[in-house]
């Protein structure tokens, strides 16, 4: 092999583990919220996943169809649909059932473990039990080639730009606005916030609701790499809970450092050894550390 | 007790003056209805007009996606059966029941079916999984199983007729193609994590280093489920492989091909051979992101002949314009056929008789083209290797002789 080639596949497998880094980044964000943020176990994250992978699924198939003109940009549109319609959904999830089991997190698992098979359930009913391809546009495909050695692939890049940005809006609106104030507070001290005037049911379902949007943006954007099926967001829940309970669960910028530590641990040793061995050698890294730092890598300082 | 054996006699007094009726009894095809007495010795759920038969699959679950197909293959078959006037004068009713896509469940069900409903036969299974949960009750209960997924060989069974293709037949013709078309030389084999794709990647490396004296430059599996395959492209690329020998399957699927697109890895560049990619998996991953790779199967929906035309048009007919069939879906639809045959032959739905009576049963309207069963209760089939099209189907670019089935392959364990 030339240098050139060496180097390219240097520059590749960075950017690999930079893209498997904003995947579990994306993945976890929704959740980081709900069981950081408030404690709930929600087994039923992956499903609010694949609204977002289903809205897409029908917002670009309907473009392509009705509106052939409008079909390269349905796909961002589209996104911005998967927020809102996992939104609505996790906002009556939390009305409907969630918000009577908020002392009860063991009753909590086995609800959201329920509602999700039930969602699962309704997908198979409604788009049948095989899975869809959505259509993605042109300019998400292929790759970008830097040099003749180097392969960038677009879908990638788009899910890390996503990604920041995802990110970035969930650190302003925590620490930058009013909903972030009173979710602080509330994580902080939800008595004496409920004291202070702070509507504290109000405020959980309101971040419940975001955490499931945010999911749903996650689903959407993994149309473009991964696949669209019932089933489909059973795929990220491992992922998704390993990276948020290693990075310390009250902890945003903890998911951070977890999604980065685990994903160049597994893309590197995937790298030098096979696949399955990765995984083994990925989750015995984490075991290990969870190990000596039970609160994960990031201790919240929450006041128990 | 005196009551007992009073009414018992009453009912075999009963059942022969039946059986004596019945004997005049005409079907609607105009040929005589043999007495039921006389089909069913072993106590089988037949009735002068009926005959009940199980369908187990999973309807919901993980392996819904897959299996839905083969469900919807075997009713139509069953339809059809029915309106040529049913197997022996008498229409066939199915019990569906659901095997949830977990193990258990299904050697629940199969129980259910053989011991309270007394089924004929049961169409179902998917992976190999499922029917390993389920083959000792068949073998206890001794029920009669048509299982339609290509799978990894390694069983035989009096029990259970393998309506796909073991493992040699659809790996070694494949192989054997590839380096005679593309000149392969090197092969990097790739595999989910469990049972199928090892013993298939074992299968074929033993052919690749062995018979044709080539070479494996790679060989590794993923979890099932995994879904990033950034770092593996980049190993492919620096191996440089003339052949991926791809074994990936379920949501995997989908992420492999669609990353190996993204990473430059297409067909122009890049020769990439599959065994478990079918039209039902390209729904999912997309025609633009298989478009040119090759599969080797025994059945493509594109397949020109007579009885798959027909095939083809009624199966659109019965479940929608959109309905796309793959490998598995029309080995499904041998099943009840096969049944059919063996029971004709053998006179009797009598499970012992009908396994006896199937080696050596041929059909010849089938959508593939011909089968027989083998001693080994496979089927003699062919090979075919299509190339995939960017709207979903395959073309046919290669078709092999009829191929002897060999769960117990010499040489290749």
């Known amino acids: 092999m030339s240098p050139s080639e060496i180097g390219g596949i240097i520059a590749m497998q960075g950017f690999a583990g930079l893209s498997l880094f904003s995947v579990l980044l994306l993945m976890a964000l929704g959740l980081a919220i709900i069981f950081g943020q408030m404690g709930v176990i929600n087994m039923a994250h992956g499903e609010f996943m694949t609204i977002g992978a289903y809205t897409i699924y029908v917002f670009t198939t309907t473009a392509a169809t009705?509106?052939?003109a409008f079909a390269p940009y349905s796909f961002l549109v589209a996104i911005l649909g998967a927020f809102c319609i996992a939104f609505a959904a996790g906002y009556l999830a939390e009305y409907l059932l969630i918000r009577h089991l908020y002392r009860r997190p063991l009753d909590t698992l086995l609800a959201t473990w329920g509602l999700s098979l039930g969602m699962q359930q309704i997908f198979r009913s409604t788009f049948g039990a095989k899975e869809v391809s959505p259509?993605?546009?042109e300019w998400l495909l292929g790759s970008v080639k830097p040099t003749e050695a180097i392969d960038i692939p677009i879908n990638g890049l788009f899910v890390m730009g996503l990604t920041v940005l995802v990110t970035a809006t969930v650190f302003l609106m925590l620490f930058k606005s009013r909903w972030g104030l009173r979710v602080r507070a509330t994580v902080a001290n939800r008595m004496m916030s409920n004291a202070a005037g702070i509507n504290t049911k109000k405020v959980d379902r309101l971040t419940?609701?975001?955490?499931?949007?945010?999911a749903g943006v996650a689903g959407a954007a993994f149309t473009t790499i991964g696949s669209t099926g019932p089933t489909?967001?059973?795929?990220?829940i491992v992922d998704a809970f390993l990276t948020v309970t290693f990075g310390g669960a009250a902890s945003l910028f903890g998911t951070?450092?977890?999604?980065?530590?685990i994903a160049q641990t597994q893309s590197i040793s995937e790298f030098f050894m096979t696949g399955s061995m990765a995984k083994v050698l990925t989750l015995l890294v984490v075991v290990t550390i969870l190990m000596m730092r039970p609160q994960g890598l990031f201790a919240s300082k929450v006041r128990r | 007790m005196h009551d007992h054996n009073r009414r018992q006699f009453l009912k075999t007094a009963a059942g022969a003056t039946a059986a004596l009726a019945l004997s005049a009894h005409l079907s609607p095809a105009g040929a005589a209805v043999p007495p039921t007495a006389q089909v069913n010795t072993t106590g089988l759920a037949v009735t002068d007009a009926e005959v009940t038969v199980g369908d187990l699959h999973s309807k919901t679950g993980t392996m819904a996606i897959s299996e839905t197909g083969s469900i919807q293959a075997e009713t139509l078959a069953i339809e059809q059966i029915n309106a040529m006037g049913g197997v022996l004068g008498r229409k066939i009713k199915i019990i569906y029941e659901d095997?949830?896509?977990?193990?258990?469940?299904f050697a629940e069900k199969s129980k259910k079916l053989l011991v309270n409903d007394k089924v004929a036969a049961v169409f179902g299974c998917w992976t190999s999984a499922s029917r390993k949960a389920v083959l000792p009750v068949f073998e206890k209960e001794n029920g009669l199983l048509y299982y339609p997924t290509f799978y990894e060989g390694l069983e035989q069974s009096k029990n259970v007729i393998y309506t796909g293709q073991e493992a040699t037949q659809q790996i070694l013709a494949g192989l054997d193609w590839v380096v005679k078309e593309k000149k392969a030389k090197t092969f990097y084999l790739i595999g989910s994590d469990y049972i199928w794709p090892r013993t298939s990647n074992k299968i074929a490396r033993k052919h690749i280093e062995n018979v044709l004296k080539l070479q494996v430059v790679g060989e590794e599996?993923?979890?099932?489920?995994?879904?990033?395959?950034?770092?593996?492209i980049n190993k492919i690329k620096i191996k440089k492989p003339d052949v991926i020998y791809a074994i990936v399957v379920g949501g995997s699927n989908v992420a492999f091909y669609k990353q190996l697109k993204a990473a430059g890895v297409t067909s122009d560049k890049q020769t990439l051979l599959t065994i478990s990619v079918t039209e039902d998996e390209i729904l999912g991953i997309g025609g633009e992101n298989v478009a040119g790779f090759y599969a080797a199967m025994k059945y493509f929906q594109s397949l020109d002949n007579d009885n798959n035309k027909k095939f083809v048009e009624a199966f659109k007919a019965r479940w929608g314009k959109t309905a796309v069939i793959g490998d598995v879906t029309q080995a499904a639809y041998l099943g009840p056929w096969l049944w059919k045959a063996a029971v004709e032959k053998a006179g009797s739905f009598d499970v012992n008789k009908v396994a006896a009576a199937s080696p050596g049963i041929e059909l010849k309207t089938a959508p593939e083209g011909y089968v027989k069963v083998h001693e080994n209760h496979h089927l003699w089939s062919k090979l075919r290797i299509g190339q995939a099209q960017k709207d979903g189907q395959y073309k046919v670019i290669h078709e092999s002789g009829l191929l002897e089935p060999d769960p117990f392959p010499k040489g290749y364990q």
Not at chain 1, 208 to 214: D, E, K, N
Not at chain 1, 232 to 236: A, D, T
């Open chain 1, 208 to 214: 419940f609701a975001i955490g499931c949007g945010i």
């Open chain 2, 221 to 232: 599996y993923y979890p099932l489920g995994h879904t990033s395959f950034n770092s593996l």
């Open chain 1, 232 to 236: 489909s967001g059973s795929l990220y």
């Open chain 2, 99 to 105: 095997g949830a896509s977990d193990w258990p469940t």
């Open chain 1, 66 to 68: 009705y509106f052939p």
């Open chain 1, 135 to 137: 259509v993605i546009p």
């Open chain 1, 256 to 261: 951070i450092a977890s999604a980065f530590g």
